[in-house]
């Protein structure tokens, strides 16, 4: 069965306030939820996971109740530091925009912000940050794009190795790779033309050159034709 729940935070200085703004809260969630009129409220952006689209365009999409001034849509090299966000500028009635000017084999941060009132009242609300990489969406209609079902391993966290599943649905060139969560390649496990069927790979948790890699985690990557699979696994000693 699925549970629904919601969590619920306000402030208050005593407990009359506090009860009357709990009672407004079981009130709105009894009453289905609706908003109402939000004319002149301010909202939080959420910030859907971005896609890929051939050949390395991210799309990214998000959701607000109301319109602000304008969003701001915010990206940079993973860890890079806070002075190397790029900010591109959007009307408050957009809710997606597209980055194409992207290395597609680079870790990059993403986040929206929505701005009110601009000016010395200026209220400025971010979503939470994405952490994305290259993964190619196809549609579910192309051939193609049922090259390879699902990249599993198990287990995972592991220590210290883990095994690597995946079916090819027909024979064809397969590359499965291993990077850092700095977009590093750690290491090449799979780079040839294999035969249909599930396929299994051991990752002993050491990198291209012998040597035992840190506590972390780390993506492996199925690329079989131009479909794209990525797999975050946990390395815990």
């Not at 939820?33 to 991210?58: A, H, I, K």
């Not at 990077?179 to 051991?202: C, F, H, M, T």
């Amino acid at each position: 069965s699925n549970l629904t729940y919601y969590s619920v935070f306000f402030t208050g200085n005593s407990k009359p306030i506090l009860k009357s703004k709990c009672l407004a809260i079981e009130s709105f969630i009894n009453g289905g939820m609706q908003v109402g009129d939000t004319t002149g409220l301010t909202c939080l952006p959420y910030f859907y996971e971005p896609t890929v689209e051939l050949p390395s365009n991210f799309h990214m999409a998000w959701q607000s109740y109301t319109d602000p001034d304008h969003f701001e849509v915010l990206y940079k090299v993973f860890e890079a530091p806070a002075s190397q966000w790029v900010s591109v500028t959007k009307p408050g009635s957009s809710r997606s925009h597209n980055l194409n000017v992207l290395d597609p084999d680079t870790w990059y941060e993403m986040k929206i912000a929505s701005i009110y009132n601009p000016g010395p009242n200026e209220i400025y609300l971010e979503s939470e940050t994405k952490l994305v990489n290259f993964n190619v969406s196809v549609d579910n209609d192309d051939p193609i794009s049922i090259s390879a079902s699902s990249l599993v391993n198990y287990p995972n966290p592991f220590n210290p190795s883990t095994v690597i599943e995946f079916e090819l649905k027909q024979p064809g060139d397969t590359r499965l790779v291993l990077y850092n969560l700095k977009g590093q390649q750690i290491k090449v496990l799979e780079d040839n033309a294999l035969p249909a069927g599930v396929q299994k790979r051991l990752w002993d948790g050491k990198d291209k050159n012998g040597a035992a890699c840190a506590s972390g985690i780390y993506y492996l990557r199925l690329t079989t034709g131009i479909t794209t699979q990525t797999r975050k696994i946990l390395l815990m000693k």
